[in-house]
C-alpha cells in the first residue's frame, strides 16, 4: 500500500521559517516527479512546488517563489519544502503529491489533475 506522510507542520510567527518533509512507502518514487499543494480553508487546492525526478527542474507558485525551496532525497525516498519568509496568507494545509504518469519527465506540472497520490496533509498556520 503506499503511502505518503508528511510532517513538520505547525504555528511558526509571521516572517518565521518551516521545513516541511514527504516520506514515501510502498513504492519507489525516485523516477517521478513529486511536489507540493495547499489548501487554505474555503479556498481551492493550489500549487505550490514541484521538482523533477533527478532535481534539476524546479517549479514554483508566483506566490511563494523566493522564499520557498523544494528539494528531494531519492535514496530515502523523501520530498521537502523549505518555507522561508512564512506571511499569514501561506497558513494552509500543505499536501505531498506524486506525478506518476511518466517515468523520468523532465518537466513538472502544476495541475492538480496530475497528481495521482495524495498525502493526508499537514497543518501550517502563520499568525501575524
Known amino acids: 500500500q503506499v503511502q505518503l506522510v508528511e510532517s513538520g507542520g505547525g504555528l511558526v510567527q509571521a516572517g518565521g521559517s518551516l521545513r516541511l518533509s514527504c516520506a514515501a512507502s510502498?513504492?519507489?518514487?525516485?523516477?517521478?516527479?513529486m511536489g507540493w499543494f495547499r489548501q487554505a480553508p474555503g479556498k481551492e487546492r493550489e500549487f505550490v512546488a514541484a521538482i523533477e525526478w533527478s532535481g534539476r527542474t524546479t517549479r514554483y507558485a508566483d506566490s511563494v517563489k523566493g522564499r520557498f525551496t523544494i528539494s528531494r532525497d531519492n535514496a530515502k525516498n523523501t520530498v521537502y519544502l523549505q518555507m522561508n519568509s512564512l506571511k499569514p496568507e501561506d497558513t494552509a494545509v500543505y499536501y505531498c503529491v506524486v506525478d506518476s504518469r511518466y517515468r523520468y519527465s523532465a518537466s513538472a506540472s502544476s495541475y492538480y489533475s496530475d497528481y495521482d497520490y495524495w498525502g493526508q496533509g499537514t497543518q501550517v498556520t502563520v499568525s501575524s
Open positions: 510502498g513504492r519507489t518514487f525516485s523516477s517521478y516527479v
